[in-house]
């Protein structure tokens, strides 16, 4: 068994309330859930109106399909114009672990 994490930091644009960070980040959760069947949720920063912070994490049987996936989320979020992509803190935990 494989489990791959992601964590995100983002830099949001044109936010001036956390109701307008909310209509950023949700669309963001939802798409990385719906493309790559991942858990995904805004983790830190929630009482920031600019800065978000999500997490990802996949489990699975083939280490090659977490790195895949996990390579794919980060393309999508670092594609979004809307968000600045300040960071991103990748970990595997395998079964030697």
Excluded: N
């Excluded at 009482?47 to 699975?60: E, F, K, N, Y």
């Amino acid at each position: 068994m494989y489990v791959g994490t992601l964590s995100f930091d983002l830099l949001l644009g044109d936010v001036h309330s956390l109701k307008e960070k909310r209509s950023v980040v949700r669309p963001i959760v939802a798409e990385l859930q719906r493309k790559f069947s991942v858990s995904a949720a805004e983790v830190g920063d929630q009482d920031l109106h600019r800065r978000a912070r999500i997490g990802v994490a996949l489990v699975s049987g083939d280490a090659g399909f977490v790195s895949d996936v996990l390579d794919r989320c980060e393309r999508l979020v670092a594609a979004r114009p809307e968000v600045e992509l300040l960071s991103v803190r990748r970990r595997y935990h395998g079964d030697e672990d």
